[in-house]
């Protein structure tokens, strides 16, 4: 592989203090991202994929180990704006409208608020919520409130996209758009994305790649390359392919 | 349609609080003479309560009568003195709501970036609030001098004890996402604090507010007591306390015209609040 955008070395990462209780989350993690890619993260519960997650968005410092982040250190790039995140919840602020909500990361980065309001309508465009832009959050659906979400981390176009478990708490037919949309958006975007994720499907049909993690202690058990023809769309899910990568993947998990 | 609901069942139970008063006087008061109730009624109440006598019980109407009467040989009706002396006390309680609510604030915020100072100072601030105001107020005034500025510090010594817990719970209750996803944007603490606790926290300090507005008005008119401040609600309770036996009428109406002044200054809050937290999804209260 030539240039990364993210390189993980020997990372580990242990919780507890001294009490003895100790947890071993992550242990000895490998992994190169090369720009552009579509990463999933996927194992059983507390196999630390939030934990890896937030240890290169530097929202964890790990025990050990090195990260790099477009040659920097995490600490850099995250002062620097390199990231987007994205929870399982929308996280909107209640306070403010869809637009202000999306306006939020131009705001800290000291942007003309003219061009705050320019952009941040360009991007609920993208996510397809124009006309919602004086809502408050409360007055939208899940789905579009995570689609606010996704247009608020999309902001400041940042270089590497966090996505936790973004469409969890959403339902199957809601969690299937918003698949090809991110989709869409990934391409339009060419953003590099790290994407936690519980649902194989949805990982299969996403990633360029599924990391595969086995929990206590956490560690990566398998790297899938997923070489389902792009562009992606509803069709790629009846791919005699996408069922034997589906299988492969579910092969490990059972190992995990 | 709602606030007209709101506005008669409050009629209806002022109505009915009048029925009980009026009951209790009617069974147990002092004998109904025609010439002292404007329904001429004639009345030998069978039983005597002390409580219900005149004296302790007036008649509502007799209260209401005291309003129109002058309070002093001469002097101007009663409304108007009580009135001037609701806005003299209103104007100290405001000013010491803004004294308490100043530094409630800003205990608040720093107990909730010093985890050090919070566990050193909470105590003193929880002590300060358990030693009465009565035994605070007379400290007070000799300290700053007889005056308003002492009668305002003693309202915000009651106002900001409420705004600081009130303000430090809601400072810590954002979603730890919204501070992951802060500290994801590099957000400074300053626009951490602006962007994110402050408005979190805002409808929680404006239930601090709401107890603290009626909690200064209190604070005002015990603070005017051992002020020997004769202008406010606080000396009116005081003068016509002592002359009770001439004009039990004067005291309740004293009574009731504080009352309306905590009620207003509580309704000023909930206005101030509805502007504030405009297009947030709140439960009614």
């Keep these: 592989m030539g240039e990364s955008i993210v390189t993980l070395s020997k990372i580990g990462m242990v919780f507890g203090?001294?009490?003895g209780s100790q947890t071993v989350a992550l242990q000895d993690i490998d992994l190169r991202i090369a720009p552009g890619e579509f990463i999933s993260l996927i194992g059983p519960s507390g196999c630390g994929k939030s934990t890896l997650l937030r240890v290169v968005g530097d929202l964890l410092t790990p025990t050990s180990g090195q990260v790099q982040v477009n040659g920097k250190s995490t600490h850099q790039a995250r002062l620097d704006q390199d990231y987007g995140m994205v929870f399982q919840a929308p996280v909107l602020f209640e306070w403010r409208t869809i637009l202000k909500n999306v306006m939020l990361p131009l705001e800290l980065r000291g942007v003309p608020q003219n061009q705050q309001r320019e952009r941040a309508r360009e991007l609920l465009n993208m996510v397809e919520l124009t006309g919602f832009e004086n809502h408050y959050p409360w007055q939208l659906s899940g789905g579009m409130q995570q689609r606010a979400s996704i247009a608020r981390a999309l902001a400041i176009q940042p270089k590497l996209l966090l996505m936790d478990e973004p469409f969890g708490a959403l339902d199957e037919m809601t969690r299937e758009r918003m698949n090809m949309e991110l989709l869409n958006i990934w391409r339009q975007t060419q953003t590099t994305v790290i994407f936690v994720t519980h649902s194989i499907a949805e990982a299969v049909f996403l990633s360029t790649r599924i990391v595969v993690m086995s929990a206590r202690p956490g560690r990566i058990l398998h790297i899938t390359d997923v070489d389902l023809p792009q562009p992606r769309g509803e069709q790629s899910r009846a791919e005699t392919?996408?069922?034997?990568i589906e299988n492969a993947v579910r092969e490990w998990l059972r190992k995990a | 349609m709602k606030q007209l609901r709101q506005i008669i069942s409050i009629l209806i139970l002022l109505l009915l609080l009048a029925v009980v008063w009026e009951g209790i006087k009617w069974i147990g008061g002092d004998p109904w003479r025609v010439e002292n109730n404007p329904f001429g009624i004639e009345h030998n109440p069978p039983w005597r309560f002390k409580?219900?006598?005149?004296?302790?019980?007036?008649h509502l109407w007799d209260i209401g009568a005291s309003f129109s009467k002058p309070s002093r040989r001469n002097g101007p009706p009663l409304i108007s003195v009580l009135i001037q002396a609701a806005f003299f006390t209103f104007r100290e309680?405001?000013?010491?709501?803004?004294?308490?609510?100043?530094?409630?604030?800003?205990?608040?915020?720093?107990?909730a970036h010093f985890d050090l100072l919070e566990r050193g100072c909470m105590p003193y601030v929880v002590a300060s609030q358990t030693v009465p105001i009565l035994a605070i107020a007379p400290m007070v005034i000799i300290w700053l001098k007889a005056g308003w500025v002492s009668v305002a510090v003693i309202a915000a010594y009651l106002t900001f004890f409420p705004v600081t817990i009130n303000t430090l719970r809601g400072l810590r209750s954002p979603d730890p996402r919204a501070l992951e996803l802060m500290r994801s944007y590099a957000a400074s603490k300053w626009a951490v604090l602006w962007k994110l606790r402050l408005p979190a926290a805002l409808p929680y300090i404006f239930t601090a507010f709401k107890i603290s507005a009626t909690?200064?008005?209190v604070g005002a008119i015990i603070g005017e007591l051992p002020s020997g401040i004769r202008d406010g609600l606080g000396g009116a309770i005081l003068n016509f306390n002592q002359y009770y036996i001439s004009g039990p009428g004067r005291l309740w109406a004293a009574i009731i015209i504080s009352a309306l002044v905590g009620?207003?200054?509580?309704?000023?809050?909930?206005?101030?609040e509805r502007v504030a937290l405009r297009g947030r999804n709140l439960v009614e209260e």
């Design chain 2, 263 to 272: 009620m207003a200054f509580y309704l000023i809050v909930t206005l101030a």
């Design chain 2, 93 to 111: 309680a405001v000013i010491g709501f803004f004294f308490g609510a100043f530094l409630g604030l800003l205990l608040g915020i720093l107990f």
């Design chain 2, 51 to 58: 409580v219900a006598s005149d004296l302790n019980l007036p």
């Design chain 2, 215 to 217: 909690a200064s008005v």
């Design chain 1, 17 to 19: 203090g001294s009490s």
């Design chain 1, 241 to 244: 392919r996408y069922f034997e």
